[in-house]
T-cell receptor
Framework: AQSVTQLDSHVSVSEGTPVLLRCNYS??????LFWYVQHPNKGLQLLLK??????LVKGINGFEAEFKKSETSFHLTKPSAHMSDAAEYFC?????????????FGRGTSLIVHP | DSGVTQTPKHLITATGQRVTLRCSPRSGDLSVYWYQQSLDQGLQFLIQ???????AKGNILERFSAQQFPDLHSELNLSSLELGDSALYFC?????????FGSGTRLTVV
């Protein structure tokens, strides 16, 4: 069975300060992990993907995430927040279910960026 | 443009009615996933098709059904609609980079 928990429903930061969005997962197998972003009234855009090649994954728009197996975590970070980063962020685990890989979404973290 | 096309973008219909949502995956992608996004349930996996065959089922109601055609586009059929079916419905196709999502169909049941 697979599940993903986003530890914060809302994160509020000031522009120019670091961003940390936390995600923990559970999986029966070695999972693929993703972060997606959803801007208001928009679709879901892939930020980055982990598939066991490297534990530190760099994504678009300056975001990166670190896979820590011992902590079953895949937290998303960015050194300096920009106003345009304000959006909903989803941690996703793709785990094997029968003969298929099914992406399971966390409940999302709303990132609020103050000027 | 993600390469995954969903139509229509918006749909308003009455309770008890039936609607069909359409999804065209990215060129070359064989797998299509359907999701329902609502405020209270978040993003829920409904069903997956691969090259025309159903591969996995999630929290899909019996009133809902889907299929994938030989040209790989997929349709999600929602019948006997209830107010609670109002939601954003996404499809995604799977490629080497991961899952690419369409912009969604916003269904409002009145």
């Amino acid at each position: 069975a697979q599940s993903v928990t986003q530890l914060d429903s809302h994160v509020s930061v000031s522009e120019g300060t670091p961003v940390l969005l936390r995600c923990n997962y559970s999986s029966s197998y070695s999972p693929s992990l993703f972060w997606y972003v959803q801007h208001p009234n928009k679709g879901l855009q892939l930020l980055l993907k982990y598939t066991s090649a490297a534990t530190l994954v760099k994504g678009i728009n300056g975001f990166e995430a670190e896979f820590k197996k011992s902590e079953t975590s895949f937290h998303l970070t960015k050194p300096s927040a920009h106003m345009s980063d304000a959006a909903e962020y989803f941690c996703v685990v793709s785990d094997r279910r029968g003969g298929s890989y099914i992406p399971t979404f966390g409940r999302g973290t709303s990132l609020i960026v103050h000027p | 443009d993600s390469g995954v096309t969903q139509t229509p973008k918006h749909l308003i219909t009455a309770t008890g009615q039936r609607v069909t949502l359409r999804c065209s995956p990215r060129s070359g992608d064989l797998s299509v996933y359907w999701y329902q996004q609502s405020l209270d349930q978040g993003l829920q996996f409904l069903i997956q098709y691969y090259n025309g065959e159903e591969r996995a089922k999630g929290n899909i109601l019996e009133r809902f059904s889907a299929q994938q055609f030989p040209d790989l586009h997929s349709e999600l059929n929602l019948s006997s609609l209830e107010l609670g079916d109002s939601a954003l419905y996404f499809c995604a196709s799977e490629g080497a980079r991961g899952y690419t999502f369409g912009s969604g169909t916003r269904l409002t049941v009145v």
